[in-house]
């Protein structure tokens, strides 16, 4: 196991990763926010789907979903119908308009990206993704395993700056 100044140095660096996070998400249409992207791209990759679904694959409460799907849905990127094997839910689908949107962002995402890293080779970007593909598998097993997974917090030499209390 690593030692603990190389995972404060890999949160740092996590912070530091925002910038990279908020540089994409100014690069999308004002009407399509990080939240409606991610649901695009989801539906892209896996196809048609339950909202239960999407909302595991996203890794959001159901609630949070909701608020994506529908902010989709009214600008007509996706259609919401009865799923055949259970009236009471829903099957999403990308429309022609939500295809058409998720090939824009596409290419808009890849064209910055081969900017930014023109000065790195196939092999550093396979190996980023790969790491990344990795770190995020990681914090997949551990939620879909629970808590007992996760590695304990470094043990801190806690002081108290409370007065102990008086007894009569």
């Known amino acids: 196991m690593a030692e603990q100044a190389r995972y404060e140095e890999l949160i740092r660096q996590f912070s530091a990763f925002g910038a990279v996070k908020r540089e994409l998400g100014r690069m999308m249409p004002s009407e399509c926010p990080s939240g409606s992207a991610a649901v695009l791209t989801l539906l892209g990759r896996y196809g048609d789907m339950r909202m239960s679904k999407l909302s595991e694959l996203l890794a ?11 902010h989709v849905a009214e600008r007509g990127w996706i259609e919401r119908s009865p799923d055949p094997a259970d009236r009471r839910s829903r099957i999403l689908r990308l429309t022609p308009a939500g295809h058409a949107l998720l090939d824009q962002l596409s290419r808009r995402t890849c064209l910055m990206l081969a900017e930014r890293l023109s000065d790195w080779s196939d092999d550093e970007v396979a190996q980023l ?9 990681s914090f997949d097993d551990t939620r879909a395993h629970g808590p007992e997974l996760r590695p304990p917090a470094p043990l801190v030499d806690e002081q108290t700056t409370r007065t102990p209390a008086i007894t009569k």
């Open 60 to 70: 959001v409460d159901m609630s949070v979903t909701s608020r994506h799907v529908a």
């Open 129 to 137: 993704t790969a790491l990344m593909a990795r770190l995020r598998a």
